[in-house]
């Protein structure tokens, strides 16, 4: 029989296709049985202060450059939401006078406008936001090498390419309202896909590409990047895949309460504890990922009791 339809977009899988009984059990998660789903693979960690949550965040890429060598060079996967590590992460590298001549960053994903990448001279270009508060505020003699700095572009091989021969510590993210991580969305429901999503086997098979995105992620960037201004969101993106992702040793997604609801936070973290792979929750099949850690705000957690407003 075929699934549900989704209740926001029908023409697209999403978490509202799921069964209603593991929406209600991870509604009525508390926040320190939400801590109590940690196992092997995968680590819930927790986080009382924004300041200590985002320096956290930043030393990840601390981290990992300081692994990188001229014979074994290391990078970093790096999101745009949030952002607000990066400046920290220049911060740091300039006071710890650490050089990253061997080091090497990937960015997540960059917006596509149907026709190519966006240029840095879009409001919403990622790149740009990347430079603006991390590279471009590094000291020149410690920056990372031009050639290290590693954006998708709508040709996707160079940065395919990229990943051979560069171990990536570290992947970051954020996770979206639609439970993405980049822009790894649920697919839209037709063809094969039209009576149930990918496979999770199918759909960790995508590697670097360019996307259709669902209407929730085109609202929420919108609401969180562009004052609610939809008409500026371009529909289509580039995002690193799952076949990148699980090249990355690890693979360290934030909630800060800001970008995914105290819901989303609940569900994928139940999924992944318990193993719980479906397309139509694309952060649910990192369960399968060896070494992925979830970091939280505690105080961006929320509940999920009903408020009228």
């Not at 508390?30 to 200590?52: A, C, H, I």
């Not at 890429?61 to 692994?67: E, L, N, S």
């Not at 270009?125 to 430079?131: L, N, P, Q």
């Amino acid at each position: 029989m075929p699934r549900k339809l989704s209740s926001i977009a029908p023409d697209w899988w999403d978490y509202t296709t799921l069964e209603n009984d593991i929406i209600r059990e991870a509604a009525k998660l508390t926040v320190r049985q939400m801590e109590r789903l940690s196992r092997p693979g995968f680590k819930v960690v927790m986080y009382d202060t924004l300041e200590d949550f985002y320096l956290a965040e930043a030393l990840e890429y601390i981290d990992a450059w300081r692994a990188s060598t001229p014979d074994n060079p290391v990078g970093i996967c790096g999101p745009i939401g949030p952002t607000e590590q990066l400046p920290l992460v220049a911060r740091l590298v300039n006071t710890l006078g650490l050089s990253l001549r061997s080091a090497h960053f990937w960015g997540m994903d960059e917006w596509h406008d149907g026709k190519r990448e966006v240029s840095m001279k879009h409001p919403l270009s990622f790149e740009k936001a990347d430079r603006e508060l991390c590279f471009n505020r590094i000291e020149k003699r410690f920056r990372i090498p031009e050639e290290n700095l590693h954006f998708p572009k709508a040709d996707t091989r160079s940065f395919s390419e990229s990943w051979e021969g560069v171990r990536c510590a570290v992947m970051q993210g954020g996770q979206g309202d639609i439970k993405h991580w980049a822009f790894n969305d649920p697919l839209p429901r037709k063809g094969k896909w039209k009576n149930s999503p990918p496979p999770p086997k199918e759909y960790r098979k995508l590697e670097t590409r360019v996307v259709d995105l669902h209407p929730v992620t085109l609202a929420q960037n919108a609401r969180t990047s562009g004052g609610g201004n939809i008409t500026m969101v371009p529909q289509q993106a580039i995002t690193v895949g799952p076949k990148e992702t699980w090249m990355a040793d690890k693979v360290s997604i934030w909630h800060a309460g800001a970008h995914d609801n105290p819901l989303g936070q609940r569900l994928t973290t139940l999924m992944i504890s318990e193993g719980l792979a479906d397309s139509s929750v694309p952060m649910s099949l990192l369960g399968d990922h060896p070494n992925v850690q979830f970091n939280f705000y505690r105080g961006g957690i929320g509940c999920c009791d009903v408020e009228m407003h």
